[in-house]
């Protein structure tokens, strides 16, 4: 897979896919995750970690790659990136119950996450943890997430967007979508910890995360 591309997986049927590093500029969540599962992982189902989804923009701290793409806008079957292809390569023939993916956002200083599936239930679970955020003092977004991307700009109550999935959903060059329309898992959250936020604020948001979101989801 190259030698810069490596994951970890705790046990050999995981259930939980981790992603962090999708985007070289949102680094510092990296390690955060690290020091959670560490202290988590008895406490977890079998999961598998990808750290640094692409490597190089890791090393660079950049949104996109050594090849300018970003991974989450090109990520297609066709691809001929070697770190797209790296990570579809680890994913094919599994099937995962949870897929979480720990992005920041680099501008933002509230905390939101994205809910994706093909149920229509809001998570309760993640609503809760967004109101024990909130009593802390940590912000939750209420607005757009960013206009200017024509991915995005949806709209968030206190931090949160449930998406349906669509069936027969068109790959869109988003992991989620590819993982998704594949069954590799069958649900994906994607929490934006506030760029600006300082490391114990993030810390704080990922533990929690952890503890409140993940951890819970995989007891019922």
Request: proline share 5%.
């Amino acid at each position: 897979l190259g030698s810069d591309f490596f994951y970890y997986t705790s046990g050999s049927n995981p259930k939980i896919l981790i992603h962090t590093g999708t985007h070289g500029d949102e680094w510092e969540v990296i390690g955060l995750v690290e020091q959670v599962l560490r202290k988590m992982r008895h406490h977890l189902p079998s999961f598998m970690f990808v750290p640094m989804v692409t490597p190089s923009g890791v090393a660079k701290r950049t949104r996109v790659n050594n090849r300018k793409l970003d991974l989450n806008r090109k990520f297609f079957d066709d691809s001929d990136d070697p770190e797209i292809l790296a990570n579809m390569k680890i994913l094919k023939e599994k099937k995962f119950d949870l897929f979480v993916s720990i992005h920041e956002d680099p501008l933002e200083t509230n905390y939101y996450l994205y809910d994706v599936g093909y149920g229509k239930t809001v998570n309760k679970l993640v609503l809760d943890h967004n109101q024990i955020l909130k009593k802390r003092g940590i912000g939750l977004l209420n607005g757009v997430d960013d206009e200017s991307d024509p991915h995005l700009g949806y709209l968030f109550v206190e931090g949160y967007k449930k998406f349906v999935h669509p069936e027969n959903y068109p790959d869109d060059g988003t992991i989620s979508a590819w993982v998704l329309n594949r069954r590799i898992a069958k649900d994906y959250l994607l929490p934006e910890i506030p760029g600006k936020a300082n490391l114990e604020t993030k810390k704080y948001i990922v533990e929690s995360f952890f503890e409140e979101v993940v951890q819970k989801m995989m007891l019922k």
